[in-house]
């Protein structure tokens, strides 16, 4: 991580973005600070700047900030029965077919 991608991200979370980078806190050490960029952040603008390592731990913030926002716009919870194959089936079709037929229906 670099200070430019450190700006980057502070500047999305401003935007009302909820950011997550894969690496330690740079400013764990500060209590307040962390605060500012998680509590306080979301409280002003809606977005936030997390410092999440593990994997798993992404995901599961990733689907809890989701399932909260859907909440807030009164969205039905996440129902996983409902969604998710039935999108993939048109390229699953599409990757089945020989590359020169993919490639005619991508470039013409």
């Known amino acids: 991580m670099s200070e430019k991608a450190l700006a980057i991200a502070t500047y999305c979370a401003a935007s009302g973005a909820y950011v997550m980078m894969g690496v330690r806190n740079p400013v764990e050490f500060s209590d307040l600070v962390t605060d500012i960029m998680t509590v306080e952040w979301e409280q002003r603008f809606g977005g936030k700047l997390e410092f999440v390592t593990e994997a798993t731990e992404i995901v599961s913030k990733t689907l809890e ?4 926002k859907r909440a807030a716009l009164k969205l039905p919870a996440y129902d996983p029965t409902r969604h998710g194959a039935s999108g993939d089936q ?19």
């Open 90 to 108: 048109p390229i699953e079709g599409f990757l089945t077919e020989p590359v020169d037929q993919q490639m005619a229906e991508l470039y013409g």
């Open 65 to 68: 900030h989701i399932d909260k």
